[in-house]
């Protein structure tokens, strides 16, 4: 067997996350218009087009509002929706709704931030490649000097990401494992841009194109 095929036998599982309250913007972010298109259905569409072996839709507040958008996503094969009740709670109780269907095959979780409409597949491939072929259990996109996401772990830090709590994701564990962390440089750095104001919303419309819809 070749080193090629065993990095093939990685199977990572992106969770996508987009159960927020979106207090700050008081509006849904999942269905902010860009182009023909909300958010949700970008950030969707580049995530199913990458190399992840699975990707888990983790929804919560105005889930049924988000369905009905995303009706053209269906029957997807590698697609599967999670519905946090619990998602008051913060960002860490969708983080375990996502894991709690997690494929036991899964080599890696990449947590995925469903407010970052310039997010490209490229991107998503790069991390993975990444993750394949160091042995480091954490890999981070580095967007200019700041780390940002989406964030790869592997899968023998899952017990810690359970064990988290509150409107909290893994930066925790990022910070306490600085010797297991490989940073990859992203450019341009637009492309880990998320939307939290509508002058985050204005910001990225000026990057957004059409092109590719």
């Known amino acids: 067997m070749t080193a090629n095929s065993d990095l093939k036998k990685q199977p990572i599982t992106g969770i996508l996350l987009m159960a927020g309250l979106s207090s700050r913007l008081g509006f849904p972010k999942a269905l902010l218009p860009y182009g023909r298109k909300v958010l949700v259905e970008r950030v969707l569409e580049q995530t199913l087009a990458s190399r992840l072996d699975r990707v888990i839709l983790v929804l919560g507040c105005q889930a049924p509002r988000i369905l009905s958008a ?51 597949t490229a991107t998503i491939d790069r991390l993975i490649q990444a993750f394949r072929r160091h042995q480091l259990p954490i890999v981070v996109p580095l967007y200019g000097r700041r780390s940002g996401n989406p964030v790869i772990f592997g899968r023998e830090l899952l017990p810690e990401l359970q064990r988290l709590r509150g409107d909290t994701g893994g930066r925790e564990i990022i910070r306490k494992n600085p010797d297991r962390v490989l940073n990859i440089p992203i450019r341009p750095q637009y492309i880990g841009w998320d939307v939290d104001t509508w002058e985050d919303y204005d910001r990225t419309q000026k990057f957004f194109s059409p092109i590719n819809e």
């Open 70 to 120: 995303l009706g053209s996503f269906e029957g997807r094969p590698r697609l599967e929706i999670v519905v946090n009740r619990r998602y008051e709670r913060g960002l860490s109780s969708s983080l375990r709704a996502g894991l709690q269907v997690l494929d036991p095959s899964a080599s890696g979780m990449m947590f995925i931030l469903g407010d970052q409409p310039l997010l490209k």
